[in-house]
Nanobody, 126 residues
Framework: QVHVAESGGGLVQPGESLRLSCVIS????????IGWFRQAPGKDREAVAC????????AYKDPVKGRFTISRDSAKNTVTLQMASLRPEDTAVYYC???????????????????WGQGTQVTVSS
């Protein structure tokens, strides 16, 4: 079975950086679209960024454009979310998810993803 696991969350001050990692087991990362989502208390889950299956083309949602970078490392079978210039509104539980489709990952909402990690807490506070 495919297993997805996130790591790297923590407490940081505004303006600092944090690196999240998503590792895929029992499957190759390049065989899935990989998405990062987040959910803040009292709010709906929202997409953050994703990389499509195959060529790994990235896509970003507007609130993180220019600050976050998603990348795929086939050798480590991981997808990384490098977060810079963090803001308090970035505080949320961040989830990594995998989807089988070869179509661009940005076409899909969270409900379409097939495998999910347990989440990792990111808190941005002074």
């Amino acid at each position: 079975q495919v297993h997805v696991a996130e790591s790297g969350g923590g407490l940081v001050q505004p303006g600092e950086s944090l690196r999240l990692s998503c590792v895929i087991s029992e499957g190759r990362v390049e065989h899935f679209g990989i998405g990062w989502f987040r959910q803040a208390p009292g709010k709906d889950r929202e997409a953050v960024a994703c990389v499509s299956r195959g060529d790994g083309s990235p896509a970003y949602k507007d609130p993180v454009k220019g600050r976050f970078t998603i990348s795929r490392d086939s050798a480590k079978n991981t997808v990384t979310l490098q977060m810079a210039s963090l803001r308090p509104e970035d505080t949320a539980v961040y989830y990594c998810a995998a989807i089988h489709t070869g179509r661009p990952c940005a076409e899909y909402d969270s409900y379409a993803y097939d495998y999910w990690g347990q989440g990792t807490q990111v808190t941005v506070s002074s």
